[in-house]
């Protein structure tokens, strides 16, 4: 679109508004429309270029002519304040005339920026005041004052802008209407007896959602995020249907469970039969009789299953009591169940959940918790990710293809700017350089440099300064004295300068950054004292520093550079700290030194860039976080507003002492941190308690609208900040001079170091390369009379490569190693193997060089030694599998130069034949497929076998005696393996591949623990046995792929790691500062609960509490006494476990492309899936011919079947749903009877279509799954009455007819929402089993390592009957829970127990020889986070393939592309149009074709004339071959390139050989021709009836003739196509 050109404003007057009628009027009574639309930099609220001019000011705030051409014709006028600011009025309908005096004055007030400013004022007013609870006296006067100023506000709108729902009336904002009902509200609560609903008194703080309309940006993204919230509803829906699914399952299968307790059997009724025990009310109400676990609030579940909880003797497992967390966890109902479901989806207390279900229903039901927890919860995380990002993406392009369109016009605008700036810095570089002396134009043109390299940021922050301020810096800023001082200067700028200079200071910021994580609690004076005296150090160098960096550079130079800047604020903050050292409180002051650590970012061109792309990224998504910033403060004030007074009435409900607890809403702070806690996911327990204060109607709606706004906000955030990033990385990624002087400084050095070693290395090398040479000459003379003149040449040629390869040989080894496990898709790993092992003899060099797997490259022949007695050729290729070929040079089987009679020659021959028979019968061994399936079975049996040993081992004679055999077979197994891998490969080529490297470690940690068995002393040796399992992962292909893949994409981000790592020392130094020695806490030994702070402050009041007795002063195991257990806090901080315990010890504290993840195989797999998914479902089942079964047919296929059966499904569902726990006898009949209707209603129609289709049904994989479930529901029916009722579950029945409800999700037959967001994880599904596999190799391994060292710790915390490394599934059950973050804080502070005051060392543990059950807290801290770092970055890899499968699938459906699954869509459609497969169709069908196609070859009708212009080959009979229509369909979607060209000719000749009919076809004429001669013979048919129209009548008909053919010359061409076509004999005579 062209860009409107600049013209002068006009005023709006009648007559304006009359032409503006007139042109309505005219554009009514025209049919065609107008493509225009708003210019962006006209649109209300901006700032009205400048390019229009100056505003006059008797323009400012009068109506205007509008400027933007889209509102010439929508009776609207256009008004300027004094700032530029835009406004649009309607200038009829519903409103006073705009040349009203009343409305003039109305719009002036509205324009008015001091109006804006007084409403954002009254609003900030009214926001600080909702945060108060104990108000002033005088607030209901200014309450009353503002009620007035937002009423005023409203008439001045209504007045202003019209009583009406349109574009820029008062009603046709969202926002006025909040405004106005807000407002209304406010006066019925005011003035009405109605003050008492609390909904009216709340709908007032709706006032703090008008900041939004006020700030243009705020506007915007709101307007975002509901149009994002429109892309999120198919996903919305799809998880509102998997929650209620597995609701269902889980009230099937733990309806009722958690009430199950151990009840104490009381002795009087200890001869009753077990069945009456429970049969006294009044005895199971009473609690005391419940089992308690010491400092537990709620009784012991247990459960009839023998992987249950089990009770202890005396006690007994009933049903009795309440449901645990004071009722509110529990599957007694659908409402309940969902809540859990919900719980489990958003990863809140996890652990808690599925303990207790455990403890009441037994370990199998793990699986189901691992479904919903895991695999559910990620998918549904994906989606919601994968379209967000989609809905930024559309945004993103939408933006910028707006600033395109107005690209000319913004061009003028900048051009503009930038010439009126450029006259400026012209100015001053003249006035600046006028007085300069030649000595100066070093240090100017310095500074250039400085200021041309932060020519960014100084646009961003600089503001016009005037001419004076030059002249002052000229004059006091720049210092060119005298000679001398300007040799000192040069000597100085020399040596900060310097290279070695930045690497000195680069080791001072080290050093720093060590001593000040030096610092802990307790310290020593003498370790004060050291740490003082460095502090003073180093803040003379820093100051030195600066310093000499003035003098060398100018002040006015130095503070041009922004880190100068930072530099100066350390130093400052240095000396500051050094007046004030002897005053008390400055720890937060001290607490700064840590931002000396940044200084590091000057050297560090990685944090540097990251730094300045978060800044930036921050603030360009400013508005975004005020947004959120805004939403947390409304929660906020609306969580008070609704809860304060109940949290200060009802508190005894949550506290028997009547205590707040420390997460409450009675004020506004607490009512913030409650908002923040639940958006970090921490809600659950918060929720508990509201809903004892406030009750479950009130709370369930506040909790839930925080949740999902919130955290739709924050993904919105995430996704923005990771776009930005994305886009800023590429614009900062230039270094500065410090980091390069630090890197000349290291290449010096280095330099330096080869320098002198080559000195003193130099004379062996001269003798090493003599003897290389005599060598090579003895062998050339001795072995060419042996060779034949072809293996003479290839001899040669070996030595030139020898000779050229000479210099780099000693690297060899090295680069193999990185490359066997570099994660390169394209790269193998490859091993030489023996001469004359191949299959395929006598192999040259052109036969060893093929394709790679893209078919665009050939491999490369290395030469190397595979071992001493042979060298062979090594093939390098690109293939996923190995490359076992090789050649077979003669010269290389008895070495280099040895001399050799003929008679030594033929014995050795001899001795050199039988070694490479032996070679190569060992490689033919271990290439064997039945070898490798032989080596990968004994992999999995020695990994599993680990699983049997654990604690209960010692128990088991039979089987620890045949894993200890097993053990050894394994280990002579595998090294067995080994040998034969040695002698096929040779030792340099097998420890050149790092697979085989883990093999070999694998052999050593088997001997190791062999070894271990032997001997009592190196007894500790048999716990590296975990070690074992890792050799899975070198036998099996698809675990190298995803080990690879995760390499590939873990070793770029290692460089961002440490400077995460950076920040995160910063953050554990700050806690050591604030918080070291603070974590301390009086426990009372009788409750073991902590005494408030109020009544104890320091250790002596904690000694001498009661009675002088000893209390326990004890410090929290997780604190910041130093710089470890900082790290260890941040990171449970980081991963929202346990941060609510430290939190609230701080507050108490005291005042001291996914493709890569797959195989080549499943590459092929994925593709075949893809084709499978978009192909028809299957062929259709034909009609039979009996008349009767015709009739069911009709009857089965027809789709109001379908949808009654569906209907039914969803019945069905209901009817659990209306299901509770403890329901009346007659419910329970209802239901049995109801489930009866549904199995015959199911088998009916199993009856039905077995009659109409009886050889087809059984065909179909949906048919068979409906059989199976009809044949299970009547057996579930009737067991029951065949077994009785105790042994079979009550839901059977139900569960197995629910799971129907999967035919919902049937592609094709469900609804199209669900599939496209099902497609993904299809799609992905390879790539993710891959992964998931990898994942559970992991937990293996240190579930394995678990058991070895954590087997008998003290169980408490985390560590329980139900999770524990007791036995292997116990462990797999710990990890699976630190996998998903939840809880592990609770198994590392169990873990944490080693002293006497925590554990017993001498604990006797039955059946074994282990003694105590105290951990190890160094192993626990390194075994836990790095599990959590290795499956952190396996799951961050998994969300990436499911984001990217999803982005990937959006932008193939929009991108200007096809697939081979819109070709196969084609000629699915070509059949109907062509059914007897001929290969060509009648011209006449080609419109109905092309429309009956798919998108992107869809082509709406009315599509002749663009159908003409193809100009589509025709062959006789006006037929056109599919291949002509098929290429002209591509090359309208994909347009005319060179690219396009290529891919349309290779696509041609593909057909061709598969069709090679249409090769003796030879086209008459094309469409376009075609369409001429039509057109032709019409023109000429039409000149003949004029000729003979004027023959009859010469007076009146020849002027209508005329002007007829001058009317058919001038029509289209596609005007007279169907009449053309309806006289073919005519055109057939032309």
Avoid at 451 to 457: D, L, N, S, Y
Avoid at 1357 to 1371: P, Q, R, T, Y
Wanted: glycine fraction near 6%; charged fraction near 20%.
């Amino acid at each position: 679109m062209a860009s409107p050109e600049p013209k002068g404003l006009v005023p709006f007057t009648r007559e304006s508004l009359e032409l503006m009628k007139q042109h309505i009027a005219k554009k009514h009574s025209e049919k065609h429309k107008e493509d225009l639309k708003p210019n962006t930099d006209l649109e209300v609220g901006k700032e009205f270029p400048s390019v229009y001019g100056n505003l006059p000011r008797g323009m400012v705030s009068e109506p205007l002519e509008d400027v933007d051409p889209y509102y010439k014709n929508k009776n609207t006028f256009m008004v300027l304040n004094k700032k530029r600011t835009i406004f649009r009025f309607n200038a009829t309908w519903c409103t006073l005339s705009p040349f009203s005096t009343i409305r003039g004055t109305t719009i002036k007030i509205l324009v008015h920026p001091f109006f804006r400013l007084l409403i954002l004022i009254s609003v900030l007013i009214d926001c600080i005041f909702m945060t108060m609870t104990d108000l002033p006296k005088w607030w209901p006067a200014l309450q009353n004052t503002l009620l007035g100023i937002y009423t005023f506000e409203i008439l001045v709108k209504l007045i202003g802008r019209g009583i009406w729902a349109g574009p820029f009336y008062f009603f046709g904002d969202p926002w006025n209407w909040l405004d106005f009902s807000v407002t209304l509200f406010e006066h019925i609560t005011r003035y009405s007896p109605l003050n008492f609903i609390l909904l009216f008194r709340i709908t007032r703080n709706l006032r703090i959602l008008k900041i939004i309309p006020l700030n243009q940006g705020l506007k915007s993204f709101v307007g975002i995020l509901i149009h994002c919230l429109k892309k999120l509803t198919g996903v919305i829906i799809l998880t509102l249907f998997f929650l209620s699914l597995f609701s269902l399952i889980g009230m099937g299968l733990f309806m009722g469970n958690l009430k199950h307790k151990c009840l104490r059997w009381p002795r009087e009724n200890e001869t009753e039969p077990r069945h009456n025990r429970t049969g006294n009310p009044y005895y199971i109400r009473e609690t005391e009789n419940f089992y308690y676990l010491e400092g537990e609030r709620y009784a012991l579940l247990c459960g009839n299953r023998t992987d249950a909880g089990q009770c202890p003797e005396g006690y007994v497992c009933v049903k009795a009591g309440i449901n645990p967390d004071s009722g509110y966890t529990n599957f007694d109902s659908f409402g309940w169940a969902f809540f859990a479901l919900f719980r489990l989806m958003t990863q809140d207390y996890p652990e808690a959940l599925y303990h207790q279900i455990l403890y009441a229903s037994g370990k199998v039901y793990m699986i189901f918790f691992v479904v919903i927890s895991f695999w559910f919860a990620f998918y549904m995380a994906s989606l919601f990710l994968g379209v967000l990002a989609m809905s930024y993406e559309e945004e993103k392009q939408t933006a910028a293809e707006k600033a395109k369109k107005f690209e000319p016009f913004q061009q003028t605008l900048k051009e503009f700017q930038e010439e009126s700036e450029a006259a400026e810095t012209k100015t001053i570089q003249i006035e600046m350089k006028k007085r300069s002396p030649p000595s100066m134009i070093t240090s100017l043109d310095m500074l250039d440099d400085a200021t041309i390299r932060h020519k960014e940021e100084l646009k961003k922050s600089r503001k016009r300064c005037l001419l004076c301020w030059y002249k002052f810096a000229k004059a006091f800023l720049i210092w060119n004295c005298s000679p001398c001082w300007l040799k000192l200067k040069e000597l100085v700028h020399m040596i900060i300068m310097d290279p070695f200079t930045d690497l000195i200071l680069t080791i001072c910021i080290i050093l720093n950054m060590y001593f000040l994580a030096l610092e802990h609690y307790p310290m020593s004076e003498e370790t004060i004292s050291i740490l003082s005296i460095g502090n003073l150090v180093f803040i003379g160098v820093f100051t030195a520093e600066m310093i000499f960096k003035i003098i060398a550079m100018h002040p006015y130079g130095y503070f041009q550079v922004g880190w100068n800047i930072y530099d100066s604020l350390i130093v400052f903050h240095g000396l500051a700290e050094l007046y004030l050292m002897n005053i008390h409180g400055m720890a937060l002051f001290r607490s700064l030194r840590v931002l000396r650590i940044f200084k590091l970012g000057k050297f560090w061109t990685t944090f540097n860039m990251l730094m300045l792309t978060l800044g930036n990224s921050l603030v360009a998504l400013k508005d975004l976080v005020l947004l959120l910033v805004t939403f947390m403060f409304f929660s906020a004030v609306v969580g008070l507003k609704l809860f304060g007074l109940s949290y200060k009435e009802c508190v005894c409900n949550i506290d028997k002492d009547c205590q707040l607890p420390h997460w409450h809403m009675h004020d506004f702070f607490h009512s913030y941190l409650n908002v923040f806690r639940i958006l970090c996911g921490e809600w659950i327990e918060t929720l508990w308690d509201c809903f004892k204060v406030a009750g479950q109607f009130s709370c369930i709606p506040f909790y839930m609208m925080v949740i999902l706004i919130g955290n739709l906000l924050i993904l919105y955030l995430f996704l923005a900040l990771v776009s930005s990033f994305s886009s800023y990385k590429t614009a900062t990624t230039e270094e500065n001079d410090e980091a390069k002087n630090l890197q000349h400084a290291v290449a010096r050095i280095k330099k330096g170091i080869n320098y002198v070693l080559s000195r003193i290395l130099c004379q062996k090398q001269n003798v090493l390369k003599e003897t290389m040479d005599n060598v090579n000459d003895i062998y050339v003379k001795e072995n060419i009379s042996d060779h034949t003149l072809s293996e003479l040449s290839n001899t040669q040629d070996f030595l030139k490569e020898k000779e050229k390869s000479s210099g780099t040989e000693k690297n060899t080894g090295t680069e193999n190693e990185n490359q066997s496990l570099l994660p390169s898709p394209s790269a193998s790993e490859t091993v030489p193997i023996a001469s004359g092992e191949s299959d395929i003899e006598n192999l040259d060099n052109k036969e060893v060089q093929s394709k790679s797997g893209d078919g665009s490259s050939k491999e490369k022949v290395k030469q190397s030694s595979s071992s001493e007695c042979s060298t062979v050729d090594i093939a390098l290729s690109e293939e996923e599998e190995m490359v076992y070929e090789c050649e077979k040079p003669k010269h290389l089987k008895n070495g280099y130069g040895r001399r050799s009679s003929p008679g030594q020659i033929s014995r050795e021959s001899k001795k050199g034949k039988i070694w490479q028979n032996i070679r190569k019968t060992c490689c033919k061994i271990v290439e064997n497929s039945f070898f490798k399936c032989f080596i990968g079975f004994v992999t999995l049996l020695s990994t599993g076998a680990l699983a049997f040993e654990d604690i209960y081992i010692d128990q088991r004679k039979t089987i620890k005696i045949l894993l200890e055999y097993a053990d050894m077979i394994f280990t002579y197994i595998f090294i067995l393996e080994m040998l034969l891998k040695w002698m096929a490969y040779g030792f340099k080529a097998y420890f050149s591949s790092g697979w085989y490297k883990l093999d070999f470690m694998v052999v050593i940690v088997f001997c190791l623990s062999l070894i271990g068995k032997s001997r009592e002393e190196l007894k500790p040796l048999i716990s590296i046995k975990f070690l074992r399992a890792l050799r899975v992962l070198s036998q099996f292909e698809r675990m190298k792929v995803v080990v690879r893949a995760l390499i590939k994409t873990t070793l770029p981000a290692l460089n961002v790691f440490l400077v995460c790592l950076m920040i995160w020392l910063a953050f554990s130094i700050v806690g050591v500062h604030l918080f070291a020695g603070t974590f301390y806490e009086c426990i009372d030994p009788m409750s073991g609960e902590r005494f408030p702070v109020s009544e104890v402050m320091n250790k002596s009041q904690c000694e001498s509490l009661v009675f002088n007795e000893s209390m326990p002063w004890e410090n929290a195991k997780l604190n910041f006494d130093n710089v470890g257990n900082g790290f260890l806090s941040l990171l449970q901080v980081a991963t929202f476990n346990g941060w609510i315990t430290i939190m609230n010890s701080a507050v108490d504290s005291i005042g001291g492309g996914s493709n890569i993840f797959i195989t080549v195989k499943q590459k092929k797999q994925y593709r075949a899936l893809r084709k499978l998914i978009y192909e028809d479902s299957q062929k259709p089942v034909p009609r039979p011919g009996n008349k009767f079964q015709g009739f069911i047919f009709d009857l089965v296929t027809n789709q109001v079947f379908n949808i009654v059966i569906m209907v039914l499904i969803c019945f069905q569902a209901i009817t659990i749903m209306i299901q509770s726990d403890e329901q009346s006898p007659k419910m329970d009949t209802a239901v049995y009877w109801i489930n009866s209707v549904f199995v015959m209603l199911y088998t009916g129609e199993c009856v039905l279509k077995l009659i109409s289709f009886p050889c087809n049904y059984f065909t179909r994989g949906w048919n068979i799954f409906d059989f199976m479930v009809v044949i299970f529901s009547i057996t579930g029916l009737f067991l029951p009455l065949m077994v009785g009722h105790y042994l079979v579950p009550p839901s059977l029945v139900q569960l197995i007819l629910l799971s129907r409800i999967i035919h919902i999700l049937r592609p094709g037959k469900g609804p199209k929402v669900f599939n496209d967001l099902l497609l993904p994880l299809m799609l992905s599904l390879p790539a993710l089993l891959n992964i998931s596999l990898l994942i559970f190799l992991v937990m293996f391994v240190y579930a394995i390592f678990g058991m070895y060292n954590f087997a008998y710790v003290k169980k408490e915390a985390g560590i329980n009957d139900v999770s524990n490394f007791e036995s292997f599934g116990s462990s797999m059950l710990c990890l699976f829970q630190v996998t998903i973050f939840a809880g592990w804080d609770g198994m590392l502070n169990a873990i944490f127990n080693s002293k006497w005051s925590d554990c017993d060392p001498d604990k006797i543990n039955p059946g074994t020889q282990v003694r105590g059950d105290c951990g190890n807290p160094f192993v626990g801290i390194i075994y836990f986070v790095s599990y959590i770092l290795i499956s952190w970055l396996i799951i961050v890899n998994m969300y990436i393939v499911a984001v990217m499968e999803f982005l990937n699938i959006a932008s193939k459906k929009k991108a200007k592309t096809l697939s081979e699954d819109d070709f196969r869509k084609f000629f699915q459609v070509w059949k109907r149009f062509d059914p007897d497969m001929t290969q060509y169709i009648d011209s006449s069908k080609l419109s109905d074709l092309a429309a009956a196609l798919d998108p992107p070859l869809f082509m709406a009708k009315p599509n002749k004339g663009q159908l003409v212009a193809m100009d589509l080959p025709m062959a006789v009979g006006d037929r056109i071959h599919c291949l002509d229509i098929l290429l002209a369909l591509t090359k309208r979607v994909m347009g005319k390139d060179e690219r396009m060209e290529k891919f349309l000719s290779e696509m041609e000749s593909g057909f061709l050989l598969a069709n090679p009919f249409k090769i003796t076809y030879e086209p008459i004429t094309t469409t376009l021709k075609r369409k001429q001669e039509a057109v032709s013979a019409t023109i000429i048919q039409r000149a003949y009836k004029s000729y003979r129209l004027r023959q009859n009548d010469q007076n009146t008909s020849d002027i209508h003739m005329i002007d007829g053919d001058r009317e058919i010359q001038s029509t289209k061409e596609g005007a007279y196509f169907d009449k053309a076509e309806g006289k073919s004999t005519i055109q057939n005579q032309v």
